[in-house]
């Protein structure tokens, strides 16, 4: 009787389902079952409130890509309907010339050996793929390529929103209101922040002003809830504390994205968050991601 070895049955398709799969049980795990979430709670509870002068300014920054700022048109907008101070931030865009210094300080192994499947192809070329790229494999590239390109874009939102938390802290800001340019500010959004933000423990890192994917805990307050984490940045509240955080350990050298790499702080503790709910962002229909997903079939 022949034994199959696990080279022999580690196809690429098997291989990705069990680098996944043991990762995401684990964080489902704590989660959902591991995490006495009634318990933290209970204490954040016993700590006192954050504190925000009345007098203090909310600043809004809206992250867009220069070559799509038509898109941030609606969300400014309704910024000035509602009264909202705002600064449009020129994001980082994947398909211009990486910084090699900040690959090498917050891309993970794996994130590095995607990037540099691109790092010498011409930035015409990079730019006609993103405009015929459809999410499927085309023009004869190997697989491959179209990942390089997705984590090329990736990055790029990964170091925007490092950028930001970096200029927070050089500004001393206590924190920091981040939108991306496919959302819409709702009514009497400034009121409802600020209530918000009042009600929060002192050592709060998150707000998710709306998100994906949104994992609810007990309930804090009226409007509020304590996060038990989730994905997407439509909008969210950053406290000087937390952007320190993420800075020094969890977003150096990360293979995960963004927001996932968010995710893991808030299940490790690390990070306090709450979600808004209802949500003070709302996402605009009929817009597109900026980022590039590549549609795999086997």
């Given amino acids: 009787m022949q034994l199959f070895s696990l080279s022999a049955i580690a196809t690429d ?27 933290r709670t209970k204490q954040l509870h016993l700590q006192k409130r954050f504190k925000i002068a009345s007098s203090e300014e909310l600043l809004v920054r809206i992250v867009s890509l220069k070559r799509s700022s038509e ?24 398909l211009d010339r990486m910084n090699d210094t900040e690959i090498s300080i917050f891309a993970g192994r794996k994130k590095r050996r995607r990037l540099d499947v691109t790092k010498y192809v011409h930035q015409e070329e990079l730019f006609a793929l993103y405009k015929n790229f459809d999410g499927s494999q085309k023009r004869g590239y190997h697989k491959e390529f179209y990942v390089s390109l997705h984590e090329r874009l990736r990055f790029g939102c990964y170091m925007s929103h490092i950028s930001l938390w970096r200029e927070m802290l050089s500004a001393r800001l206590s924190l920091l209101i981040i939108l991306e340019d496919d959302v ?11 209530a918000h933000l009042s009600s929060l423990p002192a050592n709060w890192g998150l707000l998710y002003l709306n998100g994906c994917f949104r994992q609810f805990g007990p309930k804090w307050d009226s409007g509020l809830w304590v996060s038990r984490g989730g994905l997407c940045t439509y909008g969210y509240v950053i406290s000087s504390s937390a952007a320190e955080s993420f800075l ?16 893991e702080e808030v299940l490790s503790g690390r990070i306090m968050a709450f979600h808004a709910e209802p949500p003070l962002v709302k996402l605009k229909s009929g817009l597109n991601s900026t980022l590039k997903y590549l549609r795999v079939t086997r």
């Fill in 248 to 263: 020094q350990s969890a977003a150096i050298r990360s293979d995960k994205p963004l927001d996932h790499m968010m995710d």
């Fill in 184 to 194: 819409i500010v709702e009514n009497e959004f400034l009121a409802s922040l600020r």
């Fill in 13 to 39: 398709g098997v291989a990705e389902f069990v680098v996944r799969f043991f990762p995401r049980t684990w964080r489902e795990l704590r989660r959902n079952v591991i995490i006495n979430w009634k318990l």
């Fill in 71 to 94: 898109r941030t048109n609606l969300t400014a907008e309704s910024c000035r309907k509602q009264g909202v101070k705002f600064e449009v931030f020129d994001a980082v865009d994947g």
